[in-house]
């Protein structure tokens, strides 16, 4: 049995998170170094971060439990880590274990992969460890730049928003044999955000085999991310993943041969549906295969007007008025940029007459062809040369720089940047908008009820776990949709709208308020009511399920941040 491991506090909480050091738990440092080991005594094993050394330690106790003396492990067992206190640490563990491991003060980013001109490392059966999670605010300046060469080496070109762990799993991989096993601890960002997605790209078209652990709680004391386990293994590429489900890394042990779930994977985007449970996935999707469609049946999302620069573009009622600027002739009504003003089902002209008398930027500056520029317009562009509006590229490529390309008033806006979850309005005001939302204009074979009745049935949990699978998360837990994500989020059919909104329609204005006044789960509550249980005939326990889904991806997704939300 193993024995617990005592590492020496080197360092205080705050100074272990700001280089991404969370010490693995010795369940899963045995797990993952049992695998990638697999029962070769012979296995040559590097932990590209070593730290603390539990990895180190899980190896080197695998593989005496499989018969490698003592004097082999300074040759087989290798650790890398530019925290040289750590590596002292590490070693001291070591010994009082009886083992022993060949440590490198490095920056592993600096270390050329084997079979390079500078490099004296030897190939590896197995490379194990938990990289440190540095976000990109802090994983700045030399440090980036060595690790985007070191991706780059490897064929992955990372963003410029890539965490420090993203570059050293690539890395990581170049000191493999070709029938080698990568065993690591990865934040679950690799299932989720946009910037990940080059890193899921590279694992279908590098390895013969990957698994997915995937954890129902934290497995960190100090840390707020959740986590998966990658285990990969060969060369060649593959089209499906293997997952398997755990409560804790107490479960680990549990894990017997055949107790996967195979799953196909996307040709592109991302993977957060594997984040739910088996029973979560399989009935997301037959309940939207059989009583959902997607946004694109009743019209696409489009873009909103690109100005080029908003700010002096977009504006209020006291700067039309200084400069004498006409509706229709200098300026349109437009929805002012952000969605913060958003906060029920629609959007009227006495919302916009409101936000007018406030001060918001009402007015799009989009003067009228072929007409003459008024004295007033003219000072107004003067004050835009000064500032240097028309060099803006938007504006340079533009025939006349002060005059945006602006877009039709759509029948709704739809909420592509959000928090809590995307939403329709509906545009009554009959304005245009600016490129921080989206528009979405009804086709033609639309039900008529279709611009009343969306904004209110979009508001359940099948749509809103839709956009968790479909949508990108970003800083601050910022979940965004892109035009062509946004027309996959799935909406009820025609069939259900019509049934569901017949019950709803009466309670329109009651539940309006409330989304108002910021009790949007009663809202929600109330049309999963309706609409799911009573119209597609869903269990009680079935509505449940899909709500906890969506709620549970929902909170991973906004304890990345903490901001306030933006407009929900």
């Known amino acids: 049995m193993n024995q617990p491991i005592e590492t020496p506090m080197i360092d205080g909480p705050d100074a272990r998170k700001a280089r991404g050091a969370f010490f693995t738990p010795e369940p899963i440092a045995h797990f993952l170094a049992r695998w990638a080991i697999s029962n070769r005594s012979d296995a040559k094993v590097l932990d590209p971060t070593c730290g603390d050394g539990v990895f180190l330690w899980a190896a080197a106790e695998e593989l005496s439990r499989l018969g490698s003396v003592e004097a082999d492990f300074d040759s087989q067992v290798y650790g890398v880590d530019i925290h040289a206190p750590s590596l002292t640490s590490a070693m001291d563990m070591l010994e009082s274990h009886g083992f022993d491991a060949h440590l490198i003060t490095s920056d592993f980013f600096e270390l050329e992969p084997p079979g390079g001109h500078f490099s004296n490392l030897p190939m590896f059966d197995a490379v194990i460890g938990n990289p440190p999670f540095v976000r990109y605010q802090n994983h700045t300046g030399a440090a980036r730049k060595t690790s985007a060469v070191a991706a780059l080496r490897q064929g992955v070109q990372l963003s410029g928003l890539a965490s420090s762990w993203a570059a050293l799993l690539v890395h990581a991989a170049g000191f493999l044999a070709p029938d080698g096993r990568l065993a690591m601890v990865l934040p679950a960002e690799l299932l989720t955000v946009g910037y990940a997605e080059p890193v899921r790209q590279w694992l279908r078209q590098r390895f013969a085999a990957v698994k997915l652990v995937i954890f129902e709680r934290l497995q960190f004391n100090d840390a707020v991310e959740n986590v998966v386990l990658l285990l990969a293994q060969g060369t060649g590429g593959c089209d499906a993943f293997s997952l398997y489900y755990v409560h804790d890394a107490d479960d680990l042990g549990k894990i017997q041969p055949f107790d996967e779930f195979a799953v ?17 996935r399989q009935l997301f999707k037959s309940t939207t295969a059989q009583h959902f469609t997607p946004l694109a049946t009743y019209g696409s999302p489009e873009l909103g007007t690109v100005t080029g620069a908003n700010h002096y573009f977009a504006l209020n009622e006291a700067t039309r008025r200084k400069y004498n600027l006409e509706e229709g002739r200098d300026v349109i009504r437009i929805s002012p940029p952000g969605t913060k003003h958003f906060r029920g089902l629609g959007f009227s002209k006495a919302d916009w007459e409101k936000l007018r008398i406030a001060g918001d930027a009402v007015w799009l500056l989009c003067p009228t062809k072929d007409v003459k520029v008024a004295a007033g317009l003219q000072r107004y562009l003067d004050v835009g040369e000064t500032l240097g509006v028309p060099d803006a590229y938007k504006c340079q490529v533009r025939s006349t720089w002060y005059r945006p390309p602006a877009v039709s008033a759509p029948d709704l806006f739809f909420t592509y940047m959000s928090h809590r979850y995307p939403r329709l309005i509906d545009n009554q005001a009959k304005t245009t908008f600016l490129n921080s939302m989206h528009g979405v204009r009804l086709v033609k074979t639309a039900p008529k009820i279709a611009r009343d009745a969306l904004p209110l049935l979009a508001l359940n949990s099948v749509t809103m776990l839709g956009a968790e699978v479909y949508g990108r998360s970003y800083g601050g ?92």
């Not at 592109?268 to 029973?279: A, F, V």
Request: aromatic share 2%; net charge positive; proline share 4%.
């Open 477 to 568: 837990g910022v979940l965004k949709m892109e035009p062509r994500e946004a027309a996959s989020l799935p909406m009820p059919n025609a069939e259900a709208l019509e049934a569901a909104w017949a019950t709803l329609k009466p309670e329109k204005a009651a539940l309006n308020r409330q989304l108002k006044n910021g009790l949007w789960i009663n809202v929600v509550a109330r049309v999963d009511e309706v609409l799911l249980h009573h119209t597609m005939k869903l269990s009680t326990a079935d509505v449940a399920t899909l709500r906890e889904a969506a709620r549970s991806l929902r909170a991973r997704r906004m304890s990345r941040g903490s901001s306030a939300d933006a407009d929900a």
């Open 264 to 280: 196909t994977l996307s040709a592109d985007g991302k993977w957060t549906d594997l984040l739910l449970s088996i029973r979560q």
